[in-house]
């Protein structure tokens, strides 16, 4: 999919005009008033990439991918961009033994950013999967583990650098794994699994700022939401 950068000012402007429209004329599509030449150029482009479509009756439309592509554009300024938006995930918690000595899962960052941080199993919502299977998918990428999971809360986390610059905003779908089947991977490329009672994972150095929220939510048995800004000194 292409992005804003590679968009010319003219391709953008052509894409804002069927934004509005089912389709255009050609004639409709050049705002800028170019020569025939150069504004043919940038149609072209926008074909090549597949944005845009020509139709029967000789006027173009958005594509599919067109459509989705515009639909993230900021419209409310003058030059169109790609508004940045919150990236979506999963955030596993596996538990296992009875009540009074529960263990956790905790993972070890070994990967930037956040190297060498501690926290929970996360991972990206791919395109078309469900929350759910996202989250199965990663807990057995990252851990070799299956288990049974429940959707018990919603993080909405925004990282701070010390100088206010937002660095990550996400959302986190919480899963919490019972059952949990397999052989633990203790080790791979990017992390370090171990279970922690609640007092050893307080005890361990750089704990990432929710970790003791999500436990809350995680023993509380009730849906939860938690909407946080952490201001963080290592990125």
């Not at 173009?60 to 003058?78: A, H, I, W």
């Not at 299956?146 to 996400?170: F, P, R, W």
């Not at 052989?183 to 279970?195: P, S």
């Amino acid at each position: 999919m292409s992005t804003a950068k590679e968009l010319h000012p003219i391709q953008a402007s052509i894409l804002r005009v069927l934004m509005y429209k089912p389709k255009a004329r050609f004639s409709d599509l050049n705002v800028e008033g170019l020569s025939s030449d150069h504004f043919t150029f940038h149609v072209k482009k926008l074909l090549e990439m597949e944005l845009i479509e020509k139709t029967d009756e000789s006027s173009y439309c958005l594509t599919r991918s067109g459509k989705e592509f515009t639909n993230r554009f900021d419209t409310d300024v003058k030059q169109i961009v790609l508004e940045r938006q919150a990236k979506i995930g999963v955030s596993i918690i596996c538990t296992r033994g009875e009540e009074g000595k529960t263990e956790y899962l905790i993972q070890q960052r070994l990967k930037q950013p956040y190297y060498g941080f501690y926290g929970f199993v996360t991972g990206k919502v791919r395109w078309g999967e469900s929350v759910h299977d996202t989250a199965a998918r990663e807990l057995k990428e990252e851990t070799g583990l299956s288990a049974t999971l429940q959707l018990v809360g919603i993080e909405h986390k925004m990282d701070y650098s010390e100088e206010g610059e937002l660095l990550e905003d996400k959302y986190f779908f919480i899963f919490r794994g019972t059952t949990a089947n397999g052989k633990l991977v203790e080790q791979f490329e990017g992390g370090r699994n171990a279970w922690y009672s609640r007092s050893e994972v307080g005890k361990l150095p750089e704990v990432f700022g929710d970790v003791e929220e999500i436990l809350d939510v995680i023993m509380k048995g009730e849906f939860g939401f938690i909407e946080r800004k952490f201001t963080v000194s290592k990125y």
